[in-house]
Nanobody, 122 residues
């Protein structure tokens, strides 16, 4: 079992930055992949970024390439979603999730954080 706890959401103006955190506990997290999925009102969860925990290989949705990064601190079992140049369309509840295999598909992920609200004003 893996538990994921998120923090760091909030309100920011367009063009600003936010950093979300996702701290894992429970099973050895090095076996997992971490993904980030925003969910806007009335929409499905949509992949934006992922990282292979041991190797640190990252991958991104085209919509966030060049704006978002996904660093991690293995010693703290914490992954981050660094969001720069935020746009109003980035507004959503952001979820981190863990899976045994890398994927952009939400249903592949076994464990989910509680979600944190990100609101970008124009």
């Amino acid at each position: 079992q893996v538990q994921l706890v998120e923090s760091g959401g909030g309100l920011v103006q367009a063009g600003g930055s936010l950093r979300l955190s996702c701290t894992a506990s429970g099973r050895t997290f090095s076996r997992y992949y971490m993904g980030w999925f925003p969910q806007a009102p009335g929409k499905e969860r949509d992949f934006v970024a992922g990282i292979t925990w041991t190797a640190g290989v990252t991958w991104y949705a085209d919509s966030v390439k060049g704006r978002f990064t996904i660093p991690r601190d293995s010693a703290k079992n914490t992954g981050y979603l660094q969001m720069n140049s935020l746009k109003p369309e980035d507004t959503a509840v952001y979820y981190c999730a863990a899976a045994a295999s890398p994927s952009r598909i939400p249903s592949v992920y076994d464990y989910w954080g509680q979600g944190t609200q990100v609101t970008v004003s124009s």
